[in-house]
């Protein structure tokens, strides 16, 4: 059995604070640990034809990891997060390695930034409009759970 963790003891307090929907908050703390675990783990030097093969092979053990160590304290679909996760790195990788004849998506809603930026093709289109529709709430989580995810926050 683990000790709940004080910092994970505030975080569930803010969420309460703000908790309005416990579903729609459940997922955006999901996808937010995805996005804070992914912002942590390392990017290859050079660039490869298959990314998500690179992921599959080097990165999904350390992410499962950081998601359960959340999940232990704050409960999260662990799914999603890891989802969110694996998407969230892609879209880095493709931003440091681009393939120079990669072709964008010029239709939909979405702005500029987000077509240019391999969001559109990377994560579902409602988790895109949750989070569009929830964006200063989702930054706030992120600003939170950034911190939570932290390897050295496992112990």
Not at 86 to 92: D, F
Not at 139 to 153: D, F, K, M
Request: net charge negative; with cysteine.
């Amino acid at each position: 059995m683990s000790v709940l963790n004080l910092a994970h003891v505030e975080f569930q307090q803010f969420l309460r604070q703000r908790a309005a929907n416990h579903v729609i908050m459940r997922q955006l703390t999901s996808a937010m640990v995805g996005i804070a675990i992914s912002r942590q783990l390392p990017l290859p030097s050079q660039g490869s034809d298959d990314q998500g093969g690179i992921y599959d092979q080097s990165l999904v053990n350390t992410t499962c990891a950081l998601v359960s160590a959340f999940n232990e304290n704050t409960p999260i679909d662990v799914d999603l997060a890891c989802e969110v996760a694996r998407a969230q790195w892609i879209v880095r990788y493709r931003v440091a390695h681009p393939h120079p004849h990669a072709m964008f998506i010029p239709t939909g809603n979405m702005s500029f930034f987000d077509k240019i930026g391999y969001v559109q093709d990377s994560f579902p289109l409602e988790l895109i409009d949750l989070l569009n529709a929830n964006s200063s709430l989702a930054v706030a989580i992120l600003n939170r759970v950034t911190g939570l995810v932290s390897p050295a926050q496992k112990d």
